[in-house]
């Protein structure tokens, strides 16, 4: 797993910035514990929620983050760091806590999905490499999830390796969000996943007649898919017909299912269903892939297309927004932010950053669900627990080692999204959010901010429609 998605330097997994921040942090002396926030401002695709993936790889990160000696020359030979910060960094290991949404988890825009105490250095190194594993992650968990919910029931299977931006993180991410199967034949093999597919136009195209290309199909497995677009549909499903009752004679071989990639999919798929009925192979499966995304998906569904499955591709691999939808996607843009600082020349102080809309929230805090998805409290983690509240963010490390776990199985995680996913109201589920979840913070977060910007000259952020300030 960790050469899956660290690669041999884990230590390197950071921005030019961290290193040479720490290495000021060093020479001033200021490195007591810091707390630091991971969480994203808006949720992806014009939706209202994000499906929490990613926790898993991000805390291999933080087990495997240190520095080689080949990663030492290297920082040497582009900066000229003092080589006692160099020796320093050799024996950094991270040290602090981590407080972590479980992976299959329903978050929203603002919550904490990770909580990061460490000396400041150490919290302050892991800033990219987190935010790649979660960002990415939680991303196409949550498309996979849209897709899903857009399909109603029919399958849909992860087609993604040859556009995915990091072909593993896809895989894993998309189960988590309910693909039933990759076509993805490592993923399927390192995360244990049901494979499938069908066969390729390139298959047909290699022999001289459509006819011969099924019938050597159907020849060779007991059990086979055919393709039915590489030259015209009408005709090839009448010859998959044939083919397949003359292999279910001859061979007992059984055509389980056949594939529309192109054209229009809705007559498409209303043509096949009905030759296939008219010859009795009612349980012959339509599937359909070709550029699909959630939005394409929900309109055959609404109108009622015979399709049993789809096959999501690009959209996945990619974690892609639609221009036709005004949906933004291809990142989530979850940021990390420092909330808290100690030092013993002074006392604890809350950190804020003030940037109108980007300016932060100050504190050590949790994060509370209330009801089945009634609503969320942000509040500090020395606020008593409001009743009838479930804590969201669970204790993953402590003083740098894992906790018991911490790191379930991926079918555990893929119980929890979908029970999650099953739990949230179907106002939610929208493609394009109508209105927000409500996540309401409490008055002691909102004292401490106010005090925050007192101290630092802040002007007062603009409010948003329920009388809060608009802060990321």
């Given at each position: 797993m960790e050469n899956l998605f660290l690669?041999?330097?884990?230590?390197?997994?950071?921005?030019?910035?961290?290193?040479?921040?720490?290495?000021?942090?060093?020479?001033?002396?200021?490195?007591?514990?810091?707390?630091f926030d991971l969480y994203a401002r808006s949720a992806p695709f014009g939706g209202t929620y994000m499906l929490v993936a990613g926790l898993e790889m991000a805390l291999e990160f933080v087990q495997a983050f240190r520095y080689t000696d080949e990663d030492l020359r290297y920082l040497g030979q582009i900066r000229d760091y003092d080589p006692e910060f160099l020796e320093h960094l050799r024996g950094l290991r991270f040290t602090g806590e981590v407080l972590a949404m479980p992976e299959g988890s329903i978050a929203f825009p603002n919550e904490p999905l990770l909580r990061v105490t460490a000396p400041f250095q150490e919290a302050l190194l892991l800033e990219s490499g987190l935010l790649h594993l979660v960002n990415l992650s939680t991303l196409i968990a949550t498309k996979a999830a849209r897709v899903v919910h857009a399909a109603r029931g029919r399958t849909v299977s992860d087609f993604s390796l040859r556009r995915a931006q990091s072909p593993f993180i896809?895989?894993?991410?998309?189960?988590?969000?309910?693909c039933a199967s990759s076509a993805f034949l490592g993923a399927a093999y390192e995360f244990r996943l049901r494979a499938t597919g069908t066969i390729p136009h390139a298959l047909v195209q290699l022999y001289d007649t459509e006819r011969q290309a099924f019938a050597a199909v159907a020849e060779s497995f007991n059990r086979y898919t055919l393709l039915l677009d590489t030259y015209n549909v009408q005709e090839a499903i009448h010859t998959a017909v044939e083919v397949a009752k003359e292999y279910q004679d001859r061979m007992g071989h059984t055509l389980?299912?056949?594939?529309?990639?192109?054209?229009?999919?809705?007559?498409?798929?209303r043509y096949v269903r009905k030759v296939l009925d008219d010859a009795h192979m009612n349980e012959v499966r339509i599937l359909v892939s070709g550029d699909l995304d959630e939005f394409r998906i929900a309109e055959l569904v609404e109108q009622g297309a015979p399709i049993?499955?789809?096959?999501?591709?690009?959209?996945?691999?990619?974690?892609?927004?639609?221009?036709?939808?005004?949906?933004?996607?291809?990142a989530l843009g979850a940021v990390y932010?420092?909330?808290?600082?100690?030092?013993?020349?002074?006392?604890?102080?809350?950190?804020?950053?003030?940037?109108?809309?980007?300016?932060?929230w100050p504190g050590k805090k949790e994060v509370y669900r209330i009801g089945r998805f009634e609503r969320d409290i942000i509040q500090l983690e020395n606020e008593p627990k409001p009743a009838g509240g479930v804590r969201l963010l669970k204790p993953v490390i402590r003083n740098g080692q894992l906790l018991p776990g911490a790191l379930p199985p991926l079918t555990e995680i893929w119980e929890l999204a979908q029970r999650n996913l099953q739990q949230l109201p179907e106002e939610y589920h929208a493609l394009i959010a109508e209105k927000p979840y409500p996540v309401e913070r409490s008055q002691g977060l909102l004292e401490l901010r106010r005090r925050a910007m007192e101290r630092y000259g802040g002007e007062e952020p603009p409010e948003n429609g329920n009388g809060e300030p608009l802060m990321g």
């Amino acid at each position: 797993m960790e050469n899956l998605f660290l690669g041999p330097h884990p230590g390197l997994m950071t921005d030019l910035y961290h290193p040479d921040a720490a290495y000021v942090s060093w020479r001033t002396g200021r490195n007591g514990p810091a707390t630091f926030d991971l969480y994203a401002r808006s949720a992806p695709f014009g939706g209202t929620y994000m499906l929490v993936a990613g926790l898993e790889m991000a805390l291999e990160f933080v087990q495997a983050f240190r520095y080689t000696d080949e990663d030492l020359r290297y920082l040497g030979q582009i900066r000229d760091y003092d080589p006692e910060f160099l020796e320093h960094l050799r024996g950094l290991r991270f040290t602090g806590e981590v407080l972590a949404m479980p992976e299959g988890s329903i978050a929203f825009p603002n919550e904490p999905l990770l909580r990061v105490t460490a000396p400041f250095q150490e919290a302050l190194l892991l800033e990219s490499g987190l935010l790649h594993l979660v960002n990415l992650s939680t991303l196409i968990a949550t498309k996979a999830a849209r897709v899903v919910h857009a399909a109603r029931g029919r399958t849909v299977s992860d087609f993604s390796l040859r556009r995915a931006q990091s072909p593993f993180i896809v895989s894993r991410s998309a189960y988590i969000g309910g693909c039933a199967s990759s076509a993805f034949l490592g993923a399927a093999y390192e995360f244990r996943l049901r494979a499938t597919g069908t066969i390729p136009h390139a298959l047909v195209q290699l022999y001289d007649t459509e006819r011969q290309a099924f019938a050597a199909v159907a020849e060779s497995f007991n059990r086979y898919t055919l393709l039915l677009d590489t030259y015209n549909v009408q005709e090839a499903i009448h010859t998959a017909v044939e083919v397949a009752k003359e292999y279910q004679d001859r061979m007992g071989h059984t055509l389980t299912a056949v594939r529309l990639d192109s054209g229009n999919l809705l007559e498409g798929s209303r043509y096949v269903r009905k030759v296939l009925d008219d010859a009795h192979m009612n349980e012959v499966r339509i599937l359909v892939s070709g550029d699909l995304d959630e939005f394409r998906i929900a309109e055959l569904v609404e109108q009622g297309a015979p399709i049993d499955g789809f096959g999501v591709g690009t959209s996945i691999g990619v974690g892609a927004g639609s221009i036709k939808h005004k949906a933004p996607g291809g990142a989530l843009g979850a940021v990390y932010k420092m909330v808290w600082y100690e030092n013993e020349q002074f006392a604890d102080r809350p950190k804020i950053k003030l940037a109108g809309e980007k300016s932060t929230w100050p504190g050590k805090k949790e994060v509370y669900r209330i009801g089945r998805f009634e609503r969320d409290i942000i509040q500090l983690e020395n606020e008593p627990k409001p009743a009838g509240g479930v804590r969201l963010l669970k204790p993953v490390i402590r003083n740098g080692q894992l906790l018991p776990g911490a790191l379930p199985p991926l079918t555990e995680i893929w119980e929890l999204a979908q029970r999650n996913l099953q739990q949230l109201p179907e106002e939610y589920h929208a493609l394009i959010a109508e209105k927000p979840y409500p996540v309401e913070r409490s008055q002691g977060l909102l004292e401490l901010r106010r005090r925050a910007m007192e101290r630092y000259g802040g002007e007062e952020p603009p409010e948003n429609g329920n009388g809060e300030p608009l802060m990321g």
